[in-house]
């Protein structure tokens, strides 16, 4: 089966064609184009939803195009079609939906609405098989979910973040330190070089028996113990911050240990209340697998501490490559495979605020 999947929720417009066995329960890409207006937001210091807008229609026939000529097919060739209908902003999504719509009728193809959510979790059915029943993960920048996927099209959502979502933490404390979006990376990457049991930063939720999360207070703890740290943070707050210079290009050397011990620990703190949630909602359910997505999956702290966690249990850890934890078209295509419920196009609308 041939799936044509769109994706266009927020700042990346993407275009996949998946092929999909039924015998082997799994599905190959085909193609998979992605454009990304990310630069552009970078200068305005966040993503104006309109110009994200006007972004994806610049990019979403290109993108189409250059998808199917990748994958030498035709759109006449195509089984279905399968777009993001939310959650995301109005009007990204919709330039997604109504492109999708307007192929549907032209081509006479049945049109497969899909949760952006759910597309995360099922990159990991892209060459991999994973086992049902499964617990999902999904940690991205607006989002901290856990799912209890059944079987396909059965899925029951056991909690998610009363505030901040994981990636927001890392986002808007990565500000503070002069970077800009996204933030979890530069963390990261400064956290490499730190030390994680240094400071001793919340664990919000952690030891909560719900499967709900909360991030904001560790996010206000961190900006004031690196206030604390940095007279420059204290004193001329204006002096480091988005698009200026880095507060670690302001540090002598002999206080830029400090500065990555402090994203170490905050590194740390985040992958412990996810890790250990995630191992509780596993125990509760008797899972065969663990199932990362998102952005923020792409942590390689969290990612190698929760697989040490479940390597001597009989809970696999999945995780897409970096390259399929961010937005595209093969998650929502490979989604649309395996729950395959068209619906008629005219009765397909965009939702931001769809969830569970
Ligand atoms: O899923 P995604 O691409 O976009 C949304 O749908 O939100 O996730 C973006 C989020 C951002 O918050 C970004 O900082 C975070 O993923 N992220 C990371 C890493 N790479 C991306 N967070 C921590 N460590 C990373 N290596
Ligand atoms: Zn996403």
């Known amino acids: 089966m041939l799936i044509l999947g769109l994706e266009s929720s927020c700042d990346e417009t993407g275009a996949a064609i998946i092929l999909g066995k039924s015998k082997s329960q799994q599905v190959k890409i085909l193609s998979n184009v992605i454009a990304s207006s990310l630069a552009m937001h970078s200068k305005t210091g966040g993503i104006i939803p309109e110009n994200a807008a006007r972004e994806q229609i610049k990019f979403i026939i290109p993108v189409i195009e250059n998808a199917l000529k990748k994958a030498q097919v035709n759109l006449e060739e195509i089984d279905a079609l399968a777009v993001t209908h939310g959650p995301g902003l109005i009007g990204s999504l919709l330039i997604g939906v109504e492109t999708a719509k307007t192929l549907a009728y032209i081509y006479n193809k049945p049109l ?121 943070l204290r004193n001329n707050p204006s002096s480091v911050g988005w698009q200026q210079i880095a507060l670690e290009d302001k540090l002598e050397e002999s206080e830029k240990q400090i500065l ?56 696999k850890l999945y995780y897409p490559p970096v390259n399929l934890c961010v937005d595209n078209g093969a998650m929502i295509a490979t989604a649309a495979y395996f729950n395959n419920q068209p619906v008629d196009w005219k009765k397909v609308e965009a939702d931001p605020s769809l969830y569970f």
């Open 260 to 315: 990555y011990d402090l994203c170490a620990s905050l590194e740390q703190a985040i992958a412990d209340v996810i890790i250990k949630k995630t191992i509780r909602a596993t125990q509760s359910y008797d899972v065969k697998s663990v199932l990362m997505g998102g952005g923020v999956a792409a942590n390689k702290r969290l990612r190698e501490q929760l697989k040490a966690k479940l390597d001597n249990s009989n809970t």
């Open 112 to 232: 497969i609405p899909t949760n952006h959510l759910i597309g995360h979790i099922y990159a990991n059915w892209i060459e991999n098989s994973p086992q049902l029943p499964a617990i999902g993960l999904i940690i991205s920048g607006a989002h901290t979910d856990l799912i209890l996927i059944e079987k396909h099209g059965k899925i029951k959502w056991l909690g998610g973040t009363r505030d901040d979502a994981a990636g927001e933490c890392f986002d808007k404390c990565a500000r503070l330190l002069g970077y800009d979006y996204p933030g979890g990376p530069k963390i990261a990457k400064l956290a490499e070089l730190g030390d994680p049991n240094k400071y001793s930063l919340p664990r919000p939720m952690m030891n909560d028996k719900s499967f709900e999360f909360s991030f904001s207070g560790l996010k206000t703890a961190f900006i004031n113990a690196t206030k604390e740290h940095f007279s420059v």
